[in-house]
């Protein structure tokens, strides 16, 4: 297993929709494994392919205190959502930034697992946050777009000027 470099925004690269997996074959279980040791390492709650320079609709994700429950999406879609929530959200890419984003409170998703099953799963709470912000990766969306274009515009300056320093 390798650690994968993130990607910051405001990086074009993390702007592009990414391609359905065919089939899950070993590349893509080495792509989920090497997430998944990237997620950890960093240390992150969810990651998308994407955010590694990989263009595949896969996504890692552990909610859990004790980094027990490792979940993977891959081709995943909302099948319903309900309710609204608010919560404090950051994101890998764009470190350092935690904003108030509003969500729907529950999704229901249908994705394939690493060993290319189709699973449905429901969740509420941090999990049902994270599995949205994962999937908004997958189609280039970022949390930052949902706030005000003041705000982003302050904190792509503050991340350009950042690099610029790096
Ligand atoms: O580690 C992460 N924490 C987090 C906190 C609140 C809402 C979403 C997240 S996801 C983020 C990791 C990440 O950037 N995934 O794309
Ligand atoms: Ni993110």
Do not use: W
Not at 17 to 37: A, H, N, S, Y
Not at 89 to 100: D, M, N, R
């Amino acid at each position: 297993m390798s650690r994968l470099d993130i990607l910051h925004f405001p990086d074009s690269r993390l702007r592009r929709r990414c391609k359905p997996v065919g089939t899950v074959d070993d590349k893509v279980k080495r792509l989920i494994d090497d997430m998944f040791e990237t997620m950890y390492e960093a240390p992150g709650i969810g990651l998308s392919a994407p955010q590694v320079n990989a263009d595949a609709r896969v996504v890692t994700i552990d909610v859990s205190k004790d980094r027990s429950a490792p979940l993977c999406l891959i081709n995943p879609e909302i099948l319903a959502t309900d309710g609204e929530a608010e919560t404090e959200e950051g994101c890998l890419s764009v470190p350092g930034v935690f904003e108030l984003v509003k969500r729907p409170e529950r999704v229901r998703v249908r994705a394939l697992d690493r060993d290319g099953r189709s699973r449905e799963i429901e969740a509420e709470g941090l999990l049902a946050v994270c599995i949205q912000h994962e999937m908004d990766h997958l189609d280039g969306q970022l949390f930052v777009d949902y706030l005000s274009r003041l705000k982003r515009e302050r904190i792509r300056k503050k991340a350009e000027k950042a690099q610029r320093h790096a």
